[in-house]
């Protein structure tokens, strides 16, 4: 079975950082793009960050560019999300995406979710 799982989210306070893990298992995605999303309640999923198969492409939400970092590590099977100070609107499940084979496209695999909560 093709399972992304995440990891790493809580309950932080604004201005705190938080690093979220995927690891898959089942399949290897070291030759396609990973991205990482997020849904607030009452709102619909958004981009967040993607990373291409290479690790030579990165984009970001401008919302979050400049704050955010996305890394993979094929060799672990394993894509990253660094998030540095964190804002009350970054509030939302996050979900790991996988199995991109097109720039700017999700791919067919999704994660379970993890909550990150922004909250003085």
């Known amino acids: 079975q093709v399972q992304l799982v995440e990891s790493g989210g809580g309950l932080v306070q604004p201005g705190d950082s938080l690093t979220l893990s995927c690891t898959a298992s089942?399949?290897?995605?070291?030759?396609?793009?990973m991205a990482w999303y997020r849904q607030a309640p009452g709102k619909e999923r958004e981009f967040v960050a993607g990373?291409?198969?290479?690790?030579?492409?990165?984009n970001y939400e401008s919302s979050v560019k400049g704050r955010f970092t996305i890394d993979r590590d094929n060799a672990k099977n394993t894509v990253t999300l660094e998030m540095r100070d964190l804002k009350p609107w970054d509030t939302a499940v996050y979900y790991c995406?996988?199995?991109?084979?097109?720039?700017?496209?999700?791919?067919?695999?999704w994660g379970q979710g993890t909550q990150v909560t922004v909250s003085a």
């Open positions: 995406n996988g199995g991109g084979n097109r720039w700017g496209k999700s791919g067919p695999y």
């Open positions: 089942g399949r290897s995605f070291s030759t396609d793009d």
């Open positions: 990373i291409s198969w290479s690790n030579s492409f990165k």
